[in-house]
């Protein structure tokens, strides 16, 4: 296995489309749809590799905040993770810790903090991933109940 950033080049947008679409079409997130080229540009893109083929991603970009929040001081830089997707037959391998880790490392000399949004149906899963296994902090989340 293989972790590595890259550039955006046509060919690394036509991979991370279509994996976006075989992520769409598993219906495991709240409102997913599958990526355009407008969506990839501007971050930075890792990638995990087996044998030369992509099997995972995770993009995202720098931002700075502009005001004072119970989070953190205007002014404070931060990775905003917009997208971590393994294949599903590569789960459960540590492929998206890896790739989560080696961002980390890579980013971590820019920025002041990670931080990200989720809109996993698998709610248990994913908080344990990021906050168990990543060592992330739960600060918020938006709840709701259809009434009708």
Known sequence: MVVKETELTEEVAGQLI???EDWEKENCCHGYYKNTLDNLKGNRIFL???NGA????????KEL??????IYEAGTSFFEIEELYVKP????RGIGRMLFQYMETVVSPDVDMLMLGTASKNYRAI???YIDELGMEFWSARLFK???
Do not use: N
Not at 65 to 70: D, N, R, Y
Not at 89 to 92: C, I, K, L
């Open 89 to 92: 037959e590569f789960r459960g």
């Open 48 to 50: 995990a590799l087996e």
């Open 18 to 20: 279509s994996l976006s």
């Open 54 to 61: 992509v099997v995972g991603y995770l993009f995202g970009h």
């Open 65 to 70: 905040t502009e005001k004072t929040t119970s």
């Open 146 to 148: 259809k009434i009708r």
């Open 127 to 129: 908080l344990h991933f």
